[in-house]
């Protein structure tokens, strides 16, 4: 229960500061962690149903259709803004550039270790022998992480696909993903470095 007390203290705060700080940069990069709501392309490239970069999504986006699963702007679009971002937080798969990261971030949907790729390739750009800098630049950027919403809508309340609504009742379920939330947190807690003062 103290680790769920602790990350709807981090939303809030996050989200507040946020609202506090619309106008400048505030941070700089931003790593988005969720399900497709969050995602904005890491999908595109991929052999899956699983994809939006395809009207009518985009459809009110200045730029189309680009992997959103919506019509438009989405959380983390509009958090960047408000962040003080020029433009949205590309997705990983899109992230060609060690600068984008230094000063963008990137989104995930919830791969770990894709961002532990990213850990490290900022640690070779920053450090130059010295992992402190590194350290010291990611322990300022911001983390933002949505998950379980699919985890329902898209298995859950789907019986006839899936088998889950059959083995758990609503509350060994949330138990259960519960659990696992905690591992992926843990996993990602796991990658941030220390900042060494």
């Given at each position: 229960?103290?680790?769920?007390?602790r990350?709807?203290y981090?939303?809030?705060?996050?989200?507040?500061?946020?609202?506090?700080?619309?106008?400048?940069?505030?941070?700089?990069?931003?790593?988005?962690?969720?399900a497709?709501?969050?995602?904005?392309?890491n999908n595109?490239?991929?052999?899956?149903?699983?994809?939006?970069?395809?009207?009518?999504?985009?459809?009110?986006?200045?730029?189309?259709?680009?992997?959103?699963?919506?019509?438009?702007?989405?959380?983390?679009?509009?958090?960047?803004?408000?962040?003080?971002?020029?433009?949205?937080?590309?997705?990983?798969?899109?992230?060609?550039?060690?600068?984008?990261?230094l000063?963008?971030?990137?989104?995930?949907?919830?791969?770990?270790?894709?961002?532990?790729?990213?850990?490290?390739?900022?640690g070779?750009?920053?450090?130059?022998?010295?992992?402190?800098?590194?350290?010291?630049?990611?322990?300022?950027?911001?983390?933002?992480?949505?998950?379980?919403?699919?985890?329902?809508?898209?298995?859950?309340?789907?019986?006839?696909?899936?088998?889950?609504?059959?083995?758990?009742?609503?509350?060994?379920?949330?138990?259960?993903?519960?659990?696992?939330?905690?591992?992926?947190?843990?996993?990602?807690?796991?990658?941030m470095?220390?900042?060494?003062?």
């Amino acid at each position: 229960m103290a680790l769920q007390t602790r990350l709807f203290y981090v939303l809030v705060l996050s989200l507040s500061f946020c609202v506090a700080s619309y106008g400048k940069p505030q941070v700089p990069c931003y790593f988005i962690f969720g399900a497709s709501y969050y995602d904005n392309g890491n999908n595109n490239g991929l052999v899956t149903t699983a994809r939006s970069n395809f009207l009518p999504y985009g459809i009110d986006f200045p730029k189309g259709a680009t992997g959103r699963f919506s019509n438009g702007r989405n959380t983390p679009d509009f958090l960047a803004k408000l962040l003080g971002f020029n433009s949205s937080i590309p997705p990983f798969a899109a992230v060609k550039d060690d600068k984008d990261m230094l000063i963008g971030g990137a989104r995930y949907a919830m791969e770990a270790q894709h961002h532990q790729r990213t850990v490290s390739r900022i640690g070779e750009v920053l450090a130059s022998g010295n992992s402190s800098a590194a350290k010291d630049h990611l322990s300022k950027c911001l983390y933002s992480v949505a998950m379980g919403d699919n985890d329902y809508m898209n298995n859950y309340f789907k019986p006839k696909f899936y088998s889950t609504s059959k083995k758990y009742t609503p509350e060994q379920y949330a138990s259960v993903l519960i659990q696992e939330y905690e591992l992926q947190l843990r996993d990602l807690r796991s990658q941030m470095p220390r900042v060494v003062k």
